[in-house]
């Protein structure tokens, strides 16, 4: 191999890596300085026999637009939604500039493919995994705990109970 082929596997190295560097960095601020919601959910299916213990998730339909809505929706986007004084979250309208009210937050939202359990779009990943042989203590899960990031960005950190408390990720 000659130096110049190896110039470029080396740069295309270093951009891969800065580039996962970048996301990690932008996810940590996230968690670290987002504004945590609740976003109800419908648990789906706990096993995966290639990716091991999961739960499928379906976010519940008071967190979308109407599908019309959706049908004429570009790629990308935000939505506002409002949250209540435990933090659960429901759709409120697609950002049009106007100022947010005192309990809402922007969440950047991407068309996804439609399906029974899809809406259209997305804010949020739509699995989350756990320790193998946990599938029992998620089961209770009613809520997806999500940290909003105020460039509207999500990242989940937890799954919570029907009264929104936190479900430990492993036994004490």
């Not at 932008?26 to 290639?50: C, F, W, Y």
Request: aromatic share 10%.
């Amino acid at each position: 191999m000659n130096w110049g082929r190896s110039i470029i596997v080396l740069a295309g190295c270093i951009v891969i890596f800065g580039a996962m560097v970048w996301s990690i960095i932008g996810k940590e601020n996230t968690l670290a300085q987002g504004h945590t919601i609740l976003l109800k959910i419908a648990p789906v299916d706990p096993r995966s026999l290639m990716q091991g213990d999961y739960m499928a998730i379906a976010y519940d339909a008071s967190l979308f637009p109407d599908q019309k809505i959706v049908e004429t929706l570009p790629y990308k986007g935000f939505v506002i939604l409002a949250f209540d004084e435990k933090g659960i979250a429901s759709f409120t309208r697609i950002d049009d500039g106007r100022p947010l009210g005192q309990s809402e937050i922007k969440i950047v939202y991407r068309r996804a493919a439609t399906g029974p359990r899809q809406s259209g779009i997305r804010y949020a990943a739509t699995s989350f995994f756990f320790q193998e042989g946990q599938a029992e203590r998620f089961e209770s899960a009613r809520f997806v705990m999500v940290a909003v990031g105020s460039d509207g960005s999500t990242v989940i950190t937890g799954l919570a109970d029907a009264d929104g408390q936190r479900i430990p990720d492993s036994s004490p």
